[in-house]
């Protein structure tokens, strides 16, 4: 991984390059921040932390841990809730395991794919200049670290902008806000004691409430194959708002609770969008209209037959406009090529 | 020569371990189409294995076809080996179908069970009858006018999803897991998605 990052920073600042004069050929300080970024991706993936920080969603406030490690099996994370019913996600060997409140399932993905780590996404962070403006914005002490402070502001109305504090030592990131369009927090995550380990003791990742995986004993639904990729669909997606490129085109696998379903994910690097499409088979529509789930929006609308619903952290007009955009055209799955 | 190859084939049949001629009498049945199936896949695998059976097979096959008339006027006995290692030269396809975004990762099997998450719609108002809320425009500025007056945590004091079947919300709430899922590995930050699969659990 390239770290030829930091130290033009006061320079750059120096020379007072301000947000007003921001262009597509990113000064120095957008590159700098776009180091920062990287920095954080790398650091989020492949450092050993443990750490507690608290997070807040409109009027709620939780406090939650997050135990992260990473080897040459990848990497492995606990996070769990401190406070409230237990709750907890742990993601280890490919799969994912959730203890949810009350009846105390779990799910698992065996096939859940998780390449090795780090992710190198300089390029991709270079795309999102497009749809983003990156400043280093100051610095803050969080959890007793200095922290350097990246704004990430979007440049259209279709997404929401973040505001990321990051381990000077590291570029760990230790406090993230995410803003709508006047700069109101609508999430915000903060860590309040962060230790960054040489290496995390295994039975650290073992939740006394959560089996190892899915078992004989632990019933769960029976976890489902993987999805299958779709190369031939009925349904279009016209029109996306501008850098929005639909990464993921699967076809869910098909259980009791379910009817067949599509899904297609959407993302521009920083936000991504779910769309669902799942045949009502006369059942009546789950969703219509707009919803809002925290810092989610959804919109849903009952469409030939299918519920369709989209889903993502991005302002509540990108989910309607997305679900205006969805075209269902039969005759395409026809001619489609192999 | 004819001689010569006639003196040595005693002693070569002397020397050689009878599991050769085995080998070779099976070979020779199969040219014919004659070997029983049973011993078919010995036969086969041994031919996959060994070279010196390879060029055998092949002898045997000329033989045959000289026997019954069918050489071409011209035939080339390197061919087969030239073509299996043309084959061997030649690249594998590649399954790619397109090129994704280097930091897309799928996400496959992200597995969910029909109870789970169940108050993790929490919010989403399930049966809204209409669309009457959001403006027609597609315009953001549509909504950001709207997302002013949004009806923020109309949430909190209703408990969620109360009139809606457990069916429903099971499939409301797969799709919440199922797109944060997805979330973490395209997200920049791919440690949010699974804070807000936490964090809207909560028994609010």
Redesign the interface.
Known sequence: MKRKLLPCAALALAAGLSPAGWTQSAPPVADEAKQW?ER??EA??SLNYEGTFI?V????I?A?R?I?GSGPDGER?R???LN??P???V?ANNS?V?L????Q???????????PFP???P???G?LESHYQFEIVGTDRIAGLETRIIAIKPR???RFGYR?WLDERNGM?LR?ALL???GRPL?Q?MFTDLQVKPQIDAAAFQSPALPEGPSPANP????????E?V?ESAWRVEQLPEGF?K??H?R??E????HPTE?L?F?D????I?V?L?KLDGA?A???????????N??G?AMEGYQV?V???V????V??IA?AIQYDPAQLKAAQP | MAEKTAEQRPAQAAHEVAPVDLAASQLSAMVDGELPDAEMNLALRRLSRDNDTQGRWERYHLISDAVQGHLPAVFDAGFATRLREAIDREPLPQPTVRSLPAWYKPVTGFALAASVVLTALFGLQLTRPDAALMPDSNSPLAASTSSASRPVQAVSLNPPAAEASEPTEARLNSYLVNHNGYASRNSVNGMLPYVRMVGYQTNR
């Open positions: 970024l954080m991706v989020t993936q997070y969603q409109g009027p709620h939780e939650m997050i992260h994370q996070l769990f809730s409230g019913p709750r907890e996600v993601v994912v959730c949810l409140p009350k009846q399932a779990t799910f698992a993905g065996n096939d859940y794919q998780r390449s992710l190198s996404i390029r991709e962070i795309r259209d109305a279709w990321l990131v993230s709508d369009d006047h999430e995550l769960v639904d029976t976890p489902s194959p993987a999805g990729p190369k490129v990464v993921l699967t869910l696998a259980s009791a609770a379910r899904h994910v993302a690097g920083l936000a991504t779910s669902f799942e009546p789950l969703l219509q209209g707009a919803s809002q789930l925290g810092s989610m959804a919109f609308k619903l889903v993502g952290e302002p509540a007009a990108t309607q406009r205006a």
